[in-house]
C-alpha cells in the first residue's frame, strides 16, 4: 500500500506517514514501558527532578572534556535546545579549576539566512546563545583556545574536525519533527515522491545547509521566540549523520517540552525495536552503536484526548 500523506506537510515526510499501528504502540507507552526498551547499545534513563537532569546533561560536557590531552584532543558536540544545562557547565569549571585547553566543542547547526550562516548580533543565532549562556562565562585562564570551539560555518572544513579530534559525545535534544539538529525528514518530492529515501541514501549526509520541515520552524517559533514565525529562518546549516556516527555516543534529553509526549515516545521505540525510517530521522539512531535517552519525570505526561 502506499505510504500515507502527511497530515501536516503535505509536501513532505514525517513522523505522520508512518504505519497507524506503529504510532498507536507508541501512544501507549507509559514511563516504565520506557525505561523496558532499553537493550544493548540503547540506555533509557529517568531523572525525577529538572535539578538532576539538567546537572547530569551538564555533567557530559565536563566527563568529555576531562579525558583531553594534548596527545588526545576529545571534545562534545552540544545543542541549542536543551540549553539550560549550559551555564552549569561553566559553573563547574570554574569551581573545579577545570583547564580546558585540550579540550574542543562543536555546535551541531545554525540558521542561514541569504545563502550565509546568521551574524552572532542575530536574536536567534546559536553561536551566541553558546558563547553568552556557557563559554563567555568560563574563568579566561580556563576556556578553551578558540580554534577549539567549532561551528558550522565552513562546513566541509567544519566536517572534517571530526577526523581530527575525537567527539566523545554528541548531545541533543528532539524536536517535533522527531529530528537531531536539523536532520529533518526530507520533501516529498522528485525520486522520494511515493516512498523516503532508505536508510542508507540519509546516512550518508554530511555537514550541509538544508531546508527546514514546517513543524521546525513553528516549534523554534513557539520556543526560542514567543509564536514570532516570520523572525525564524526556514534554513539551516546542520551536523549530519555522517559526522554524528563517528560520535563515541549520542545522548539525546527530553525535558518534556521540545517534543511532545507521543514524540519521545515514538522514537525510543523506533530505537529500541530497531526500526529506522527517514521519515522520522531521529528512529536511524537505531543504527548507532551507542545513544542514550535521558527523560525528565515530569515531562514524560501521557497520550491521552484531553479537552481544555
Known sequence: MPRPISKVAPGWWDYTTLDTDLLADAARLTADDLLKLSRDGFDVTIYDTLEEFYCAEALEYIRAWQQATPDNPVGICGPIGPTEQLPLVARIVNALDIKLHNAHFWGMDEWIENDKPVATDHPLSFAKADMDLCFNRIRSELRMPTKNIHFPVELDAYSETYDHVRCAIMQGGQGEVKHWAFNDPPKREGEWKDSPPPVGEYLRLKTRITDLHPMTVI??????????????????????????????????????????????????????????????????????????????????????????
Open 219 to 308: 516549534q523554534n517559533a513557539r520556543t526560542s521566540g514567543g509564536g514570532y514565525v516570520p523572525q525564524v529562518p526556514t534554513r539551516a546549516a546542520t551536523v549530519g549523520p555522517f559526522e554524528t556516527w563517528k560520535a563515541d555516543t549520542v545522548s539525546i534529553w527530553h525535558p518534556g517540552h521540545h517534543d511532545n509526549p507521543f514524540g519521545i515516545r515514538l522514537t525510543a521505540l523506533m530505537i529500541s525495536k530497531r526500526l529506522p525510517d527517514t521519515s522520522v530521522p531521529m528512529s536511524l539512531l537505531a543504527d548507532h552503536p551507542h545513544v542514550k535517552f535521558s527523560y525528565y519525570r515530569g515531562g514524560i505526561g501521557t497520550v491521552e484526548a484531553e479537552m481544555h
